[in-house]
């Protein structure tokens, strides 16, 4: 990773996070890359839990994740970041739900939060045998990221 965006992301104007909290944890060493840095598929499962939460408490039922779409990872995330993923409802269909994910990190001595990483996650409902389940009118209702 480096410290520049992707090509494909757009510019971040944001200073904080946006979003419900859904689950904050502590980068540590044995999360690294062969370059020290914490890999990039740990990040991705953090946001995952936390978006897989956040669908369930949405939802009210069992979910599971379907799709990730337009990850950006924009700054590296080091041991000792205190990592915060953040979850806002993008759309909400028959079955399924779409959430923005955002990965925030404040490093040791900062005052100011970073985003590292965002992207889009895509979860179905399911019931007790793990088929699509229509989800409860009023359950979820759609946000305009």
């Not at 946001?47 to 599971?64: L, N, P, Y």
Request: net charge negative; hydrophobic share 40%.
């Amino acid at each position: 990773m480096t410290d520049t965006p992707a090509v494909h992301a757009p510019p971040n104007t944001e200073t904080e996070p946006c979003g419900d909290l859904c689950i904050r944890t502590l980068a540590m060493p044995a999360d690294t890359n062969a370059n020290g840095d914490i890999f990039g598929g740990w990040l991705l499962s953090q946001m995952d839990i936390g978006g897989g939460v956040f669908a369930t408490k949405t939802t009210k039922s069992r979910t599971v994740t379907v799709a990730i779409e337009a990850m950006n990872f924009r700054k590296p995330v080091y041991v000792g970041d205190l990592v915060s993923v953040h979850a806002t409802l993008v759309r909400t269909g028959r079955t399924s739900i779409t959430v923005h994910l955002e990965a925030w990190v404040l490093r040791r001595k900062a005052v100011q939060s970073i985003l590292v990483t965002d992207g889009n996650f895509t979860y179905v409902a399911i019931d007790d045998q793990g088929h699509p389940q229509a989800i409860a009118q009023g359950a979820a209702t759609t946000v305009t990221a």
